[in-house]
Nanobody
Framework: VQLQASGGGRVQAGGSLRLACVAS????????MAWFRQTPGRERDFVAS????????VYDNSVKGRFIISKDNAKNTVSLEMNYLKPEDTAVYYC????????????WGQGTQVTVSS
């Protein structure tokens, strides 16, 4: 399975962007799909996750109320709608997949840059 992320770009503070992550390859049956982000010199931080079959959603407090994670099982796609963006949201955003029975996210997309200017 491979994950392909897209949708990053540059936007002014208060604006919106929508990221998408498409899975391809053999049978795709994750337990969880998630978005993480990383800035230079820092580890990847969790942003949001969605359970592939139950739809249960978890957000980091820093994005709660501004970001919306969603999925389309038929298209093997998970999206992240980012609203009211702030300069501190600037980062490379990665989508990730965690398989059933695994304790960590094992499959990662290539990352997409999001830059928010003040």
């Amino acid at each position: 399975v491979q994950l392909q992320a897209s949708g990053g770009g540059r936007v002014q503070a208060g604006g919106s962007l929508r990221l998408a992550c498409v899975a391809s390859g053999r049978t795709f049956n994750p337990l969880l799909m998630a978005w993480f982000r990383q800035t230079p010199g820092r580890e990847r931080d969790f942003v949001a996750s969605i359970a592939w079959w139950t739809g249960n959603i978890v957000y980091d407090n820093s994005v709660k109320g501004r970001f919306i994670i969603s999925k389309d099982n038929a298209k093997n796609t998970v999206s992240l709608e980012m609203n009211y963006l702030k300069p501190e949201d600037t980062a490379v955003y990665y989508c990730a997949s965690r398989r059933p029975g695994r304790s960590a996210y094992e499959i990662w997309g290539q990352g997409t840059q999001v830059t928010v200017s003040s």
